[in-house]
């Protein structure tokens, strides 16, 4: 998470992690309602900092506790972290219905069959 605190009053540069993030406990994310699927999803979101990347990254967290014993936990991450995390999902829905249009366009014209030149293959 980011940290938003004050700067403690000690030298060097103020911190910018808040801990680690905890996706199975998401209380510390800010609740974006539930999506309008069946069953409903709940949707939380948070900025936080990437070591790696050393940037910030938007997150959306969503819960699927259908099977109680196995809760499912799909994450997905921006780098605009300024984007609300509904826009966000609905990217990533169109994303998804693009890449099934092209494989099955794929599939259907012979696009993915290949020309083998031994016999055995």
């Not at 911190?15 to 209380?27: H, I, K, L, M, T």
């Amino acid at each position: 998470m980011l940290s938003t605190g004050l700067h403690p009053k000690r030298r060097g540069a103020r911190r910018q992690d808040d801990g680690q993030v905890n996706f199975e406990a998401v209380s510390r994310c800010a609740d974006l309602g539930t999506m309008d699927d069946e069953p409903p999803l709940p949707l939380d979101t948070a900025v936080v900092w990437h070591k790696t990347r050393q940037r910030r990254l938007r997150l959306v967290v969503v819960l699927n506790r259908q099977a109680p014993a196995t809760p499912r936990v799909s994450v997905l991450g921006s780098t605009a972290s300024d984007r609300h995390g509904r826009k966000l999902i609905e990217r990533y829905a169109s994303r998804v219905q693009i890449e099934l249009l092209f494989r099955d366009s794929q599939q259907f014209t012979g696009l993915l069959d290949w020309q083998a030149r031994a016999a055995a293959a």
